[in-house]
């Protein structure tokens, strides 16, 4: 079965950089296009950044020159390199996969962003 599992969150000082990894399993990694999602407290998960399966990015305007998704289909991760992070990164990451038109999540991962 499909299996997601997120690590490299934590605490972290605003200018900070965190690293954040998903490891996929279960299927043809390499096939699909992976994203990173996040959801702060009270709010609505929103899209971070996608990596297509050829390797195309996109990002979501608020993330733009500071986060960089990145995948490595030898390993079957995708990872999101997170530079001069604000106290509004704040929020738990999610890495997304569509596959056959199911939606797999994983269990997330806290970023704060706090002095």
């Known amino acids: 079965q499909v299996q997601l599992v997120e690590s490299g969150g934590g605490l972290v000082q605003p200018g900070g950089s965190l690293r954040l990894t998903c490891a996929a399993s279960?299927?043809?990694?390499?096939?699909?296009?992976m994203d990173w999602y996040r959801q702060a407290p009270g709010k609505q998960r929103d899209l971070v950044a996608t990596?297509?399966?050829?390797?195309?990015?996109n990002y979501a305007d608020s993330v733009m020159g500071r986060f960089t998704i990145s995948r490595d289909n030898a390993k079957n991760t995708v990872a999101l390199q997170m530079n001069s992070l604000k106290p509004e990164d704040t929020a738990v990451y999610y890495c997304?996969?569509?596959?056959?038109?199911?939606?797999?999540w994983g269990q997330g991962t806290q970023v704060t962003v706090s002095s």
């Open positions: 997304h996969v569509r596959r056959r038109v199911i939606d797999y």
């Open positions: 279960g299927y043809i990694f390499s096939a699909y296009g």
């Open positions: 990596i297509t399966s050829g390797g195309s990015t």
